[in-house]
């Protein structure tokens, strides 16, 4: 069994280390630099009150 | 010109962090990063000085990072910021130091991740039997990171809601154990007069019990990871100093029972030796469903441990990145997870080669000296907050008691743990602070260049006394 899951494990990784990639790809390409990179320390945002799911 | 530049940075969309966190998050980011140490680390203390030594050095250790959750509970509550100690560095010592903490709290965290991962592949191989090879092995170091990287990329409640549930499963079969083995009736199944006896309580003496120190850490070690969550929580001043002493409760009473139950299971020349005290005291119980529980509770507790170190390792990642103590662009925050997404990907890589070229020995080793470093910036910087801002020129969400006694003890204990260290492991240490003073040398003669110094200071605080 736990060779099974060890095969599994490294077909896993690599699905989910694409799958980052691709989101890492998309996201870069889609939003600028300046706002992905817009973040400063000491300005913080309240999750209930601007956040939308 | 210059007023269509500020207009055009005025419509940027900011992303920051997502503060969604609650003191059970904190305290789910603590103790799942140290639960581990009860189920594999803290035993090697007994093989440097004996089951005693291993006791002393649980409450002595005890001690040291009780003073580590006050001091860290008392200045995160006031600088709530990602990057924890490094931001407190910051603003309190100077650039320098806080580049190095930032780097002690990578490797530390970075570095014990390493080690869980091993862990679980060790654990995984124990019980695999034949056919199980180095790809097998491999394959569950590989999943085991890249896993975790993904879920913390994912978002940080899903992350540390994951952690709350399996360190609790983790804690929970400690004291399910606890109760199995029948503690108030010492002879049925425990036997700790026959275990530690007066002529092997201390084998080595007293200085089997300073050797002790080195692995005695694993107790407690990562603890102060909790302040890496500053930024996301939702109250910090209330929710960090609530977490983290919850959490330094929550491993002193677990500590306790597991050196308990280990030493009156197993002597003294075994439990120094084992990989597995738990899971071993499981075994020696004679019941399957024990074994099976510890088998279990070993790999998740070093998943949530290997989760939560991805958490920390990344967000003090970031914060160089945004401070420009490293390139910008790591200072990215997914817009849509709200993560810092490119740091994770980055540490992910470099956890995998530790992972597949070190043993559990360096890799523990590597995290120890990282974090007693930290400590020991840890004990300068409570004194230089107190004297610089003293009690009542700003606002504290904590204030710690006993000033500067917490301090000073911190201080003594690193000193001495260092010399622990020393004992077994001082090419190491050696390598390492070499590695650090390298790397200050880097940063103050290259990289600071790219600093912007004022944008660095964000904290509201009116002048330290004596500037």
Not at chain 1, 4 to 15: D, F, P, V
Not at chain 1, 16 to 29: A, G, K, N, P, Q
Not at chain 2, 288 to 304: D, G, K, Q, R, S
Request: with cysteine.
């Amino acid at each position: 069994m736990w060779i099974m899951i060890a095969n599994a494990g490294w077909i896993l990784a690599a699905a989910l280390f694409l799958w980052m990639l691709y989101d890492w790809f998309r996201v870069d390409t889609t939003y600028s630099e300046a706002t992905l990179t817009s973040s400063r320390e000491g300005e913080i945002e309240a999750y209930q009150e601007t956040h939308k799911v | 010109m210059s007023n269509a530049t500020a207009s055009a940075a005025d419509t940027v969309k900011k992303i920051s962090l997502l503060r969604i966190l609650g003191p059970g998050h904190v305290w789910a980011l603590g103790v799942g990063i140290v639960l581990v140490g009860e189920y594999t680390g803290w035993n090697f203390a007994a093989d440097k000085g004996g089951t005693l030594a291993a006791l002393i050095i649980c409450w002595v250790i005890g001690l040291l990072y009780t003073s580590v959750a006050m001091i860290d509970s008392e200045v995160t509550s006031t600088v709530a910021a990602a990057g924890g100690q490094y931001a407190q560095a910051k603003h309190i010592v100077g650039p320098l130091m806080a580049f190095n903490v930032a780097l002690y709290l990578v490797f530390a965290y970075t570095m014990l991740e390493v080690s869980n991962a091993i862990l679980i592949a060790d654990t995984v191989k124990a019980y695999a039997g034949e056919g199980f090879t180095d790809w097998h092995y491999k394959g569950i170091i590989a999943i085991v990171i890249v896993g975790l990287a993904a879920l913390n990329y994912r978002g940080v409640l899903m992350t540390l809601n994951v952690n709350f549930v399996i360190t609790a499963i983790a804690y929970l079969a400690i004291i399910v154990l606890f109760f199995s083995v029948q503690p108030w009736s010492q002879g049925t199944i425990l036997k700790l007069n026959e275990m530690v006896t007066p002529e092997n309580a201390l084998p080595y003496g007293w200085i089997g019990v300073i050797a002790a120190f080195h692995w005695g850490i694993w107790f407690y070690l990562g603890i102060e990871g909790t302040t890496q969550a500053a930024e996301e929580v939702r109250s910090p001043a209330r929710s960090l100093p609530y977490g983290t002493m919850a959490g330094m409760i929550t491993l002193l009473i677990g500590a306790s029972i597991t050196w308990y139950i280990c030493a009156s299971l197993m002597p003294w020349q075994y439990l120094g030796f084992t990989y597995y005290p738990l899971l071993d005291a499981g075994k020696l119980t004679g019941s399957a469903l024990l074994e099976n529980m510890m088998f279990a509770a070993t790999i998740l507790a070093a998943l949530a441990s290997a989760n939560g170190c991805i958490n920390d390792a990344a967000r003090a990642w970031f914060s160089l990145g945004r401070d420009r103590y490293l390139p910008q662009w790591f200072s990215a925050v997914h817009p849509v997870y709200r993560t810092p997404y490119r740091s994770i990907i980055f540490l992910v890589p470099i956890a995998l080669a530790f992972a597949f070229i070190a043993n559990l020995g360096q890799a523990i080793t590597f995290s120890i000296l990282s974090g007693v470093l930290h400590y020991t910036f840890m004990s300068v910087n409570i004194m230089m907050f107190r004297n610089k801002w003293p009690l009542g020129t700003i606002q504290r969400g904590y204030t710690h008691p006993f000033h500067p006694l917490p301090a000073i003890v911190l201080l003594a204990l690193c000193v001495v743990t260092y010399f622990a260290i020393f004992l077994g492991y001082g090419a190491q240490l050696t390598a390492m602070v070499v590695f650090y003073v390298i790397m200050s040398l880097w940063f103050h003669f290259y990289r600071y260049r790219y600093v912007k110094r004022g944008d660095q200071f964000t904290m509201p605080w009116p002048k330290p006394r004596g500037y």
